[in-house]
């Protein structure tokens, strides 16, 4: 597999940088970065996407029609991975889920009204697909969408919303026929400000807030349903197999790698260099060397979309290897620095600001979102090794 950039991808690698450095802001960019903490919640972080669209970097890989460049794939790679790795905000949903599902899917109504919106970065999007009793198995969702009129009446719920408390409109997956488990499922586009929603919040173990959603007869005019009633599995799915390496780039791992081998190379322990120690040494080059895998493991994800595949089984292994080696660096952090290590961010004398002590507790989150950890094995082993679903 050939991943070499072109002169011209890394010309606008280049011009990425260029503008992270002349528009760095402390009230938009985490210094330590997780894998799924860099959303849009305040205004300074809209005004930030908005010069991101400024930059016409907003929907460049569209077609023109919509308002895009055309330009290939790889190029939101490296916008996403160049923001991630400074902790910026990335447009990963409304870009990629929901736009280019509108464009592929969408009727002319969603058209005209959400891909101007979105392209100039003036509109934030909640993805609601998980409930409490289905676990890992969004398929089994039962909010449900009853006819009504020219509309649909949704009631019930959903959980682990996290950009529902600052969100303009929620893209949220709803039975419509009980009696089928995947084509029963349909699209909606609805206001989040609609009367009968309700959100509450729900503080995550890494600090961060994410919610539930209660629907109490919320009516949805047919205008807002995206696609074909009873066809949004398949829609879900096409978009997370697509989006899940830009939803989850590398670039905080790289970080926090860096971080973790300058420790080792700049820490005395008893009077000793700690890199002189052969376990230090171990754990950092094992870490290394992980890291190299997830980066291969990304670059197969992005290879497969480009020649126009569908990457199902590539984003699974990139996914699951991205989560479990984020742990992995994590624990391995925590167990080289020793009981101040636990310090958290702001305590003084807390190695690294207390940075892996909340690691440890975030890299839970990035096992659950974008599909957990468990769901990611399952379509390995069914899609990719072709085990029986009850294996």
Not at 36 to 58: C, D, G, I, N
Request: net charge negative; aromatic share 8%.
């Amino acid at each position: 597999m050939n991943f070499e950039f072109s002169a011209a991808e890394k010309q606008f690698e280049a011009e990425v940088e260029t503008f992270l450095a002349q528009n760095h802001s402390a009230e938009v960019m985490d210094p330590n970065p997780e894998q799924l903490s860099q959303t849009v919640e305040t205004p300074a972080k809209r005004a930030f996407m908005q010069k991101l669209a400024e930059k016409s970097w907003l929907g460049m890989t569209w077609p023109a029609e919509f308002g895009g460049a055309e330009r290939d794939g790889i190029y939101d790679f490296l916008l996403t991975e160049a923001l991630s790795r400074v902790g910026a905000p990335q447009p990963g949903k409304g870009v990629g889920i929901v736009g280019k599902t509108i464009i592929r899917h969408g009727n002319e109504r969603l058209k005209r009204e959400f891909l101007p919106k979105i392209i100039r970065g003036e509109v934030e999007f909640a993805i609601g697909y998980s409930e409490p009793q289905a676990g890992s198995d969004a398929a089994a969702m039962s909010l449900r969408a009853l006819r009504d009129g020219e509309g649909w009446r949704l009631q019930g719920q959903k959980t682990w919303t996290t950009s529902a408390h600052f969100a303009d409109w929620y893209w949220v997956g709803a039975r419509t026929d009980p009696d089928s488990k995947h084509q029963g499922i349909t699209l909606f586009l609805v206001p989040m400000n609609h009367p009968g929603l309700e959100i509450r919040p729900t503080w995550t173990i890494g600090d961060e807030r994410t919610n539930e959603v209660f629907f109490d007869n919320v009516w949805v005019s047919d205008d807002y349903v995206v696609g074909d009633v009873n066809a949004g599995w398949t829609y879900i799915c096409e978009a997370l197999d697509l989006e899940r390496f830009a939803m989850l780039p590398v670039g905080p791992l790289e970080k926090k790698v860096e971080a973790l081998i300058d420790y080792v190379a700049s820490t005395r322990r008893d009077d000793k260099a700690l890199r002189d120690d052969a376990i230090a040494r171990r754990e950092v080059a094992q870490l290394a060397t992980r890291l190299e895998v997830t980066r291969g493991l990304q670059r197969r994800v992005i290879s497969e979309a480009m020649r126009g595949g569908v990457p199902t089984v590539e984003s699974s292994m990139y996914k699951l290897f991205l989560s479990e080696t984020g742990q992995q660096v994590a624990n391995k952090a925590l167990d080289l620095m020793g009981a101040s290590g636990t310090l958290k961010p702001g305590v003084d004398d807390a190695p690294i600001g207390g940075r892996f002590e909340r690691s440890y507790r975030y890299t839970v989150v990035d096992t659950i979102g974008g599909g957990t950890s468990e769901i990611q094995k399952n379509i390995i082993g069914r899609r990719g090794l072709g085990l029986p679903k009850n294996f």
